[in-house]
């Protein structure tokens, strides 16, 4: 079994339990409605965006220890399902409209997790080679 690091697991159950907040919210009455985030009071009235931000960001990041071919596969996966599941509430889910915005968000969450885990490989092998 692979050794995780305290970070690694704080941000897989993070990710876990903002994916199950969403999809309770959307497909049920339950969800981001509750905590209030379509709100004014969140984030200024961007509490929608910073979920949706948060989602796909920490998504992205939790396939940082995937060489990088296999990580950029899935980015692009996570790029596909930003735009598909707005695309999938404005045509098939009832009730639910989806939102350019909040795709637009998706998608460059996962885009600015790239140059960021550049930054961080080379830092780690900068690190390992002044050892």
């Known amino acids: 079994m692979l050794k995780q690091s305290p970070l690694s697991?704080?941000?897989?159950?993070?990710?876990?339990?903002?994916?199950?907040?969403?999809?309770?919210s959307l497909f049920?009455?339950?969800g981001l409605s509750a905590f209030n985030l379509k709100g004014s009071q969140f984030f200024f009235g961007h509490g929608d965006l910073?979920?949706?931000?948060?989602l796909f960001h920490?998504?992205?990041?939790?396939?940082?220890?995937?060489?990088l071919g296999k990580r950029r596969f899935v980015w692009c996966l996570l790029i596909a399902l930003g735009v598909g599941s707005e695309l999938a509430q404005?045509?098939?889910i009832e009730g639910?409209?989806?939102?350019?915005?909040?795709?637009v968000v998706n998608v460059l969450s996962?885009?600015?997790?790239?140059?960021?885990?550049?930054?961080?490989?080379?830092?780690?092998?900068h690190h390992q080679t002044s050892k």
């Open 9 to 24: 697991i704080v941000m897989f159950v993070s990710t876990l339990c903002i994916v199950f907040i969403g999809l309770g």
């Open 90 to 92: 404005t045509y098939w």
């Open 50 to 54: 910073l979920f949706h931000f948060a």
């Open 58 to 67: 920490l998504s992205g990041w939790l396939v940082y220890s995937l060489d």
């Open 96 to 103: 639910r409209d989806g939102s350019m915005s909040d795709a």
């Open 110 to 125: 996962v885009l600015c997790v790239y140059p960021l885990s550049l930054l961080f490989s080379s830092l780690r092998q």
């Open 28 to 30: 049920t009455g339950i």
